[in-house]
């Protein structure tokens, strides 16, 4: 596909210019500064948009002021009929299409570059190598013989490979070796990581090692832990106990005081029991005495109350004076009665002195049997001194009954009831 025809309006030095142009070289010839380069500026900037701004539009100056003109337009021609059109005003910034048997595509809005429609339209394109632009399909007049001439390397492949359709390989190309280098580049990283990995790892294994020595420190510290643990439940559980028995104790101290008040009470209770034993037994032994005084007495009342009627009967030297003698004992008798009652009341007043409390029924029993036991103890003992002095008195008294009798009977008296015998028959 080649160029058949260029029509330029106002661009730089063109108010208007068309031309046809045929297969092959068309050269333009001319004098200087007539517009020749200005021609191939048009063209170029109609198939790629540069130069941009408004620079390239046709002015003149009027009174010293530089005037521009109202549009500039560019219509490139192929041999294929495709027709593309530039347009450039204040408010008009247009890309034209015309394909043949179709209506025309009007393109605005596109920015710096060509619109996409025209460069698949054309197959001209601007290539961009960094910093760097350039057209392959155009030559300038002052640019190098080869289109590349002027590029690096670099972009000189790069745009051989877009010249001759190989872009997609020397892309797989290029991101084949992108994926090399960014595998090297991980492969380095993973080796090292893994040298870290494994550096670590031994450190892990050292670390690990040490935490096995600690964990078996750690269990035999728990063994005695637990161990304190039992021993200081034990500790609480004996101080707990130790508490108890220290209140038990407490209780047992007071128990124990009690009990020693009771057993001074007791002490004193046991002397004044001794005291009042001796005093009972001397009672007991007074009281028998007394008892067998009070027979005596009452044998030598009745035998009084006998003989009182016998008025003018003489009694013996002898019974006068077992009568003084029978006063006398019955006067002992009664002081001895009234010592007795008044034993008796010292006693009383003792026990109401003696306060044993609880302890009071145990006492009584223990003082009743001990008395039931000195009394028992004392009356044998009086018993055997009295079986001397008991058979005396009976014959004694035996004696005296008989000469009572005889001297009632010479009196004609009857000795049971004191009647005269004349006027009373025998008593049986």
Avoid at 200 to 215: F, G, I, K
Wanted: charged share 25%; glycine share 6%.
């Amino acid at each position: 596909m080649h160029i058949t025809r260029i029509k330029v309006k106002n661009f730089q030095i063109h108010k208007l210019f068309e031309a046809k142009l045929g297969p092959g070289v068309n050269p333009i010839i001319g004098a200087g500064d007539v517009g020749k380069s200005a021609i191939v500026r048009a063209v170029t900037w109609c198939l790629t948009n540069r130069p941009l701004g408004d620079d390239f539009r046709r002015y003149w100056y009027e009174d010293g002021v530089k005037h521009l003109s109202k549009k500039t337009e560019v219509e490139v021609e192929f041999n294929t009929g495709l027709v593309i059109t530039r347009t450039q005003a204040a408010s008009i910034n247009r890309y034209t299409i015309q394909v043949p048997g179709e209506k025309p595509l009007e393109l605005n809005k596109f920015g710096r570059d060509v619109p996409q429609q025209v460069v698949d339209a054309t197959g001209i394109k601007v290539l961009k190598f960094g910093d760097t632009e350039t057209c392959p399909n155009i030559q300038g007049q002052h640019d190098p013989y080869f289109l590349l001439a002027g590029l690096s390397g670099q972009a000189k492949w790069k745009a051989l490979s877009a010249l001759a359709g190989t872009e997609a390989a020397d892309q797989a190309v290029a991101s084949f070796n992108s994926d090399i280098n960014q595998a090297g580049r991980q492969i380095k990283f993973l080796d090292k990581t893994l040298a870290e990995k494994e550096t670590s790892l031994r450190q892990e294994e050292t670390d690990l090692a040490r935490l096995q020595n600690h964990e078996a420190e750690l269990a035999g510290l728990l063994k005695k832990a637990n161990a304190a643990q039992a021993k200081l439940q034990a500790l609480s559980l004996l101080n707990q106990s130790l508490a108890e028995n220290e209140v038990q104790a407490e209780r047992m101290s007071g128990i124990l005081e009690r009990n020693k008040e009771l057993a001074s009470k007791l002490t004193t209770c046991r002397k004044g029991l001794t005291e009042a034993q001796g005093q009972w037994f001397t009672l007991s032994m007074m009281a028998e005495t007394l008892k067998g005084v009070e027979w005596d007495a009452r044998a030598y009342r009745l035998t009084l109350e006998q003989t009182a009627a016998v008025v003018a009967l003489k009694l013996p030297r002898e019974d006068a004076d077992k009568l003084v003698q029978l006063q006398k004992i019955m006067k002992q008798g009664r002081a001895w009665r009234e010592s007795q009652a008044g034993l008796q009341a010292r006693l009383e007043k003792h026990e109401r002195v003696v306060a044993l409390g609880e302890h009071r029924p145990l006492f009584e029993r223990y003082l009743a049997l001990h008395q039931a036991v000195e009394g028992a103890r004392s009356w044998q003992v009086s018993q055997k001194e009295a079986e001397g002095s008991s058979s005396e008195k009976g014959e004694a008294l035996a004696n005296l009954k008989a000469e009572r009798v005889e001297a009632l009977r010479e009196a004609k008296i009857c000795p049971t009831c004191g009647v005269e015998t004349e006027n009373h028959s025998a008593c049986t």
